[in-house]
């Protein structure tokens, strides 16, 4: 199996009104997935798939600024910039030629510069190069490279600049030695116990990290061995912050989990068992879904909680309505502080990590639908009744089947569910998500 290229993480910083917004919007086009952030937040978007020439990569919105007073900016941009250094394989930095050069975007300049990361200086608001020229140029005062003119607006200088920004890419590692360990990211709220469980996993207090002041900390992935297997934990540690605001905790939060989720193959969302599941474990978990990843939800501190012979298949329950959307995730009950069920957690992954990398023989899918087709005749719609043709594997990690029909309208999401339901009765798929894209024929794409 070649090494798993993960998708690069560029994140954008920059002060309120650059024009950080209408950027996001132009590169995520239409394809853009919004994460419903607590209202009151200026921005609920907060990262979106982009692709430029063949280049995939997770554009990350490091939160909004609420303009206050000049001392509150700076300050605010330092938090945004420290998410940035912390998650970013690439930071643009955003200015506006408008406004020129401010106190803000040279103390943010120094901190970015220090940090090491590749940075894009990225000026916006250049709607007519000539003009601008000289004012751009301005930029370089910054010391972080070159300025790049853009007009989010008028979508000019974007493809220049993204060159740039893919210029900083890793070299595609699929030649580098075979890597087929599977990589973990351990996700959930603050205080769920996600570093506790790697501790006990690990034998040693690893995780207990001190930020220190202008120390940037770098995710340090964790190597464990379980039964000769090497797993590697993904590091979503870094929420030690003191936040002085709750959304920005929780903005940090997504960030962080987004950035982890990427790199990984299986997502464990750790879940409080005396809180039970909560909004923002619906949150965290619909990243996970949303990025198709193996998904495992363990309920930690299960040994705290009072049981009777209900207790189990009740939250099971309740954990189940709320992530309604993932009914494939496998769900287990642990405790880090006892070590309860922990080898359980290993078998669980070794499972679904074999599921979300399962093929399936086409000649075998074909029965498997020409089947439930016979037991339940697809939808008609004015007379026109959907027929389906073939079905194939295209993809795994998550297995992608392409099904081709006479007609995609007539293929409701109802059919597409119970064709899923029909292939899951047969093969399990037990914790990894299945995407169905529809074509029809003569799409030969």
């Given at each position: 199996m070649?090494?798993?290229?993960?998708?690069?993480?560029?994140?954008?910083?920059?002060?309120?009104?650059?024009?950080?917004?209408?950027?996001?919007?132009?590169?995520?086009?239409?394809?853009?997935?919004?994460?419903?952030?607590?209202?009151?937040?200026?921005?609920d978007?907060?990262?979106?798939?982009?692709?430029?020439?063949?280049?995939?990569?997770?554009?990350?919105?490091?939160?909004?600024?609420?303009p206050d007073?000049?001392?509150?900016?700076?300050?605010?941009?330092?938090?945004?910039?420290?998410?940035?250094?912390?998650?970013?394989?690439?930071?643009?930095?955003?200015?506006?030629?408008?406004?020129?050069?401010?106190?803000?975007?040279?103390?943010?300049?120094?901190?970015?510069?220090?940090?090491?990361?590749?940075?894009?200086?990225?000026v916006?608001?250049?709607?007519?190069?000539?003009k601008?020229?000289?004012?751009?140029?301005?930029?370089?005062?910054?010391?972080i490279?070159?300025?790049?003119?853009?007009?989010?607006?008028?979508?000019?200088?974007i493809?220049?600049?993204?060159?740039?920004?893919?210029?900083?890419?890793?070299?595609?590692?699929?030649?580098?030695?075979?890597d087929d360990?599977?990589?973990?990211?351990?996700?959930?709220?603050?205080?769920?116990?996600k570093?506790?469980?790697?501790?006990?996993?690990?034998?040693?207090?690893?995780?207990?990290?001190?930020?220190?002041?202008?120390?940037?900390?770098?995710?340090?992935?964790?190597?464990?061995?379980?039964?000769?297997?090497?797993?590697?934990?993904?590091?979503?540690?870094?929420?030690?912050?003191?936040?002085?605001?709750k959304?920005?905790?929780?903005h940090?939060?997504?960030?962080?989990?987004?950035?982890?989720?990427?790199?990984?193959?299986?997502?464990?969302?750790?879940?409080d068992?005396?809180?039970g599941?909560?909004?923002?474990?619906?949150?965290?978990?619909g990243?996970?879904?949303?990025?198709?990843k193996?998904?495992?939800?363990?309920v930690?501190?299960?040994?705290?909680?009072?049981?009777?012979d209900?207790?189990?298949?009740?939250?099971?329950?309740?954990?189940?309505?709320t992530?309604?959307?993932?009914?494939?995730?496998?769900i287990?009950?642990?405790?880090?502080?006892?070590?309860?069920?922990?080898?359980?957690?290993?078998?669980?992954?070794d499972?679904?990590?074999?599921?979300?990398?399962?093929?399936?023989a086409?000649g075998v899918?074909n029965?498997i639908?020409?089947?439930a087709?016979?037991?339940?005749?697809?939808?008609?719609?004015?007379?026109?009744?959907?027929?389906?043709?073939?079905?194939t594997?295209?993809?795994?990690?998550?297995?992608?089947f392409?099904?081709?029909?006479?007609?995609?309208?007539?293929?409701?999401?109802?059919?597409?569910?119970?064709?899923?339901?029909?292939?899951?009765?047969?093969?399990?798929?037990?914790?990894?998500?299945?995407?169905?894209?529809?074509?029809?024929?003569?799409?030969?794409?």
């Amino acid at each position: 199996m070649a090494k798993k290229k993960t998708k690069p993480v560029v994140a954008v910083v920059g002060r309120p009104n650059v024009g950080k917004s209408t950027l996001f919007n132009v590169l995520a086009g239409e394809r853009i997935s919004i994460v419903q952030d607590t209202p009151g937040v200026t921005r609920d978007r907060i990262y979106a798939d982009v692709e430029w020439l063949d280049n995939h990569f997770t554009l990350i919105d490091t939160g909004g600024i609420e303009p206050d007073s000049k001392d509150i900016i700076v300050s605010q941009m330092r938090e945004q910039a420290q998410i940035a250094i912390d998650t970013a394989d690439v930071i643009m930095f955003m200015v506006d030629v408008k406004q020129g050069l401010t106190d803000a975007d040279s103390k943010v300049a120094d901190m970015l510069r220090r940090s090491k990361k590749p940075v894009v200086l990225v000026v916006n608001k250049v709607d007519d190069f000539k003009k601008y020229e000289c004012d751009v140029y301005e930029f370089y005062n910054l010391g972080i490279g070159e300025p790049h003119a853009i007009s989010s607006v008028n979508r000019l200088g974007i493809g220049d600049m993204l060159d740039e920004v893919i210029k900083f890419f890793p070299e595609d590692t699929s030649t580098e030695e075979e890597d087929d360990r599977i990589r973990v990211a351990i996700v959930g709220k603050p205080n769920v116990g996600k570093s506790s469980i790697i501790n006990k996993l690990l034998g040693e207090n690893r995780l207990i990290v001190s930020d220190i002041a202008g120390t940037t900390r770098d995710a340090v992935d964790t190597e464990i061995t379980y039964n000769k297997k090497q797993y590697v934990f993904v590091d979503t540690a870094g929420l030690r912050r003191k936040n002085k605001i709750k959304e920005e905790l929780e903005h940090y939060m997504i960030v962080r989990t987004v950035t982890a989720v990427e790199k990984a193959d299986v997502v464990v969302l750790v879940i409080d068992a005396a809180e039970g599941v909560t909004e923002q474990d619906a949150k965290i978990a619909g990243i996970a879904h949303e990025r198709g990843k193996a998904v495992i939800i363990a309920v930690n501190k299960w040994d705290a909680v009072e049981k009777s012979d209900k207790t189990m298949n009740e939250f099971t329950k309740k954990v189940r309505m709320t992530l309604s959307y993932m009914p494939y995730a496998e769900i287990i009950y642990i405790s880090a502080l006892t070590g309860q069920r922990l080898g359980k957690l290993f078998e669980t992954i070794d499972v679904v990590s074999e599921n979300h990398a399962m093929r399936v023989a086409t000649g075998v899918l074909n029965e498997i639908m020409a089947e439930a087709v016979a037991m339940q005749q697809p939808p008609t719609d004015k007379g026109k009744r959907l027929r389906l043709y073939y079905i194939t594997q295209v993809a795994v990690k998550p297995p992608t089947f392409v099904i081709f029909v006479n007609d995609k309208e007539l293929m409701h999401f109802s059919y597409t569910r119970y064709i899923e339901n029909q292939i899951r009765e047969t093969f399990g798929f037990k914790g990894t998500p299945l995407k169905f894209i529809i074509r029809e024929r003569g799409e030969e794409k």
